[in-house]
């Protein structure tokens, strides 16, 4: 998301700030974040008419391998796909029997053809949809399927709205602009994608301490500085323990889902 005044240049820059920024807090994502309920991979398979055992799949921007193992233990032919050097090493940590090779979206790594599904867990807005389209569908196999998803806040919870209004202040930001800008037009402008739009709503209970990594793991909060982001959680912290008083906090998430069900079959 820009930085309201920002120009063109400056916003990519804190773009590609932000797309690094995992890489160095890769344990902690690993431990804070949430999964993907199975609710999200039955969906997939009833929209695609097939079962994801047997499936070939790649995984782009696989990261830690939270959105690789769910399909792996479905029993899909996985291979992740992991710019960064500490998101990948946590994911063979994980993970050591799923294949991952360094790329990304833009420039997949992965021959013509070679899978049925195409995944982007919480990744598809690194991408540059002008290059991630057309290679998607280069690797994808005639009537293949590119998914893309993200756990996003449930911003209808009032304490998560009042939460994310605090961080909106704090950071003077719109930090819950990604689940109103999830949809089909800004994920795919080349209007290439025949995709539908599915949300599945799922929840979470967590010691207070996973839910305050799992914010500080998110790239707004790593790139903001080790001060100003121990502030906001500090502060956090206080507001959480009046209303969790027992320390569990239970969060709320909509996972939305992208999904071509009729993707175009020709190459780039």
Request: include cysteine; hydrophobic fraction near 40%; glycine fraction near 8%.
């Amino acid at each position: 998301m820009a930085t309201p005044g920002a120009t063109p240049s400056a916003d990519r820059i804190a773009h590609t700030l932000r797309a690094h920024s995992f890489n160095a807090a890769a344990a902690q994502y690993a431990a804070g974040r949430p999964l993907y309920p199975p609710a999200l991979f039955d969906t997939i398979e009833e929209l695609t008419g097939r079962p994801l055992a047997g499936t070939r799949v790649v995984d782009v921007g696989a990261g830690t391998g939270m959105a690789t193992a769910r399909p792996h233990a479905r029993g899909a032919d996985v291979i992740a796909v992991e710019p960064g050097d500490g998101m990948a090493a946590e994911s063979r940590r994980t993970l050591p029997d799923v294949p991952i090779v360094r790329g990304d979206g833009d420039a997949l790594p992965p021959a013509g053809h070679c899978a049925d599904l195409l995944t982007h867990a919480q990744a598809w807005h690194w991408t540059d949809p002008a290059k991630a389209v057309p290679e998607a569908l280069r690797v994808l196999r005639p009537g293949g399927t590119p998914a893309l998803w993200w756990n996003t806040d449930a911003l209808d919870v009032p304490w998560i709205a009042q939460a994310a209004e605090r961080g909106d202040r704090h950071f003077g930001l719109d930090l819950s602009a990604e689940k109103r800008n999830v949809n089909a037009r800004v994920a795919d402008p080349t209007g290439r994608l025949d995709l539908v739009r599915r949300e599945i709503r799922w929840s979470r209970r967590v010691p207070l301490a996973t839910h305050l990594a799992n914010l500080g793991s998110r790239s707004v909060f790593l790139t903001q500085g080790e001060e100003r982001t121990g502030a906001y959680l500090a502060e956090e912290r206080q507001h959480l323990l009046a209303l969790f008083p027992d320390g569990i906090v239970e969060e709320t998430y909509d996972v939305i889902l992208l999904l071509a069900t009729t993707p175009s079959t020709s190459t780039a």
